[in-house]
């Protein structure tokens, strides 16, 4: 079998890359070894974890609501472990029975076997589904490479015992365990650890780093370290390690080694959530001129091209950030480079969310790249304890700062912590995109009372205008 473009995995990057190939007027097949399309985001990732969190969010907010708006509910919430998990599920196989349909409209064949390359222009495929062309092997035009990644376990806490868990394992949601240790404070630990909590679960986290959220502004991550320690009745371990793991009695122990805990605890479940890692080994890269960095990501330019002129990288596989929209924004620039369109991806303004309580959010530079590149901007913050929505909502723990060049007068950055920072981000990565000065941000009239104003009043800070209340 033969198609003028071959995707190698059926994830938000692959897909993507191979419906707009499709949209394009190319012949195109998916190679993805499992049975359904949706890759990590759909099947064990951004999805199943924002069902969840959502379930957490209605059961914080009702917690909020006895303890500070005298608004009483009779007992503790009574959770259905079964129904809960049956509703995301519901949630995944709806999604990923959708991009089945979109793939058939479109021609895509789909391909349901493991590949690898025997050359740069040949995949061997391997498994025994019907779709899998006599022969056994697709050649191809050209590849997209979209094999994304996998949790990464260290060897000394891959005990093999199903208590210790990645965050597949969290996602499967076989049980509440009275006592869960996340080992990891980064956004995948803190969600899950945020569901655990309001489930049920006495949650403890162990960061090896100073803070929580290494890599985020510290403005940013304070409010939620401060919801997390009261989340964690004050179970947040800092600057510690975790030495051992081991199984005893039906529990795991641990060993930690650090000024934030030192000495042995059990746990009923560990969640080990210390990074992930790109999915390069075994695919036969080396029968193809594609080069892997010291880091394990597949290295290639502005157009998703790889060293091998025939194959192009999109996603988790092709670099940092690990995440759902830039792998799926790649696709879409692969696919048009491979149609002949003269497109390349600038990557100024990709938005991250940590979908925790409250949330964080930020696109563009923020001021740690800013400090570490020695760059010149002015931070203009809003708190949104100056806002009424924030005030109605009891949300005012929040902030919104804009990062400005001053001598441009153009936004470069933006940061949010607050509920709903996920939403509002997307406004400030336009503005970042479209090269805006304040004034755009402030001269557009924002509705009230909404947290959305907290961008306008953010830039009005800038000037000198912005009303302590609003
Ligand atoms: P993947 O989604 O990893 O897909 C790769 C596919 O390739 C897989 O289906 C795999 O089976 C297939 N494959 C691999 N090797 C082969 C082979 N040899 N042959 C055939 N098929 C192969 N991102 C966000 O943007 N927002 C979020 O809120 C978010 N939350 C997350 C929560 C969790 C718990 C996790 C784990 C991740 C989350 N992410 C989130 C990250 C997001 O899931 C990834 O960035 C995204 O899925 C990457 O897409 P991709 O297409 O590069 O690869």
Partial sequence: MHASVVVLGGGPGGYAAAFLAADEGLDVAIVESEPRLGGTCLLRGCIPSKALLHVAKVIGEVEELRHEWGVEYSGKPSIDIDAVRARKDKV??????????????????????????????????EGDHESIPEGGSITFDHCILATGSVPAMPPSFDIGSDRVMDSTGALNLKDIPESLLVIGGGYIGLEMGTVYAHLGSKVSVVELAEGLLPGADRDLVKPLAK????????????NTKVGSIGEVDDQVEVTFEGPGKFGHERFDRVLVSVGRRPVTRGLGLENTQVVVNDRG????????????PKIFAIGDVAGDPMLAHKATHEGRVAAEVIAGKAVEFDKIAIPAVVFTDPEIAWAGLTEEEAKRDGRNVSVEVYPWAASGRAQALNITNGLTKWLVDPETNRVVGCGIVGSGAGELIAEAALAIEMGCEVTDITETVHPHPTLSETLMNAGEVYFGTATEIY
């Avoid at 979109?102 to 076997?113: F, M, P, S, W, Y």
């Avoid at 990501?297 to 091998?308: G, L, M, P, S």
């Fill in 92 to 125: 995944i196989s709806n999604l990923t029975g959708g991009l089945g349909n979109l793939a058939k409209r479109r021609g895509v064949k789909v391909i349901q076997a493991r590949g690898t390359f025997v050359s740069s222009g040949e995949l061997k495929l």
């Fill in 227 to 238: 919801k997390m320690e009261a989340l964690c009745e004050g179970r947040i371990y800092l």
């Fill in 297 to 308: 990501f597949v290295e290639c330019d502005k157009q998703q091209r790889t060293a091998d």
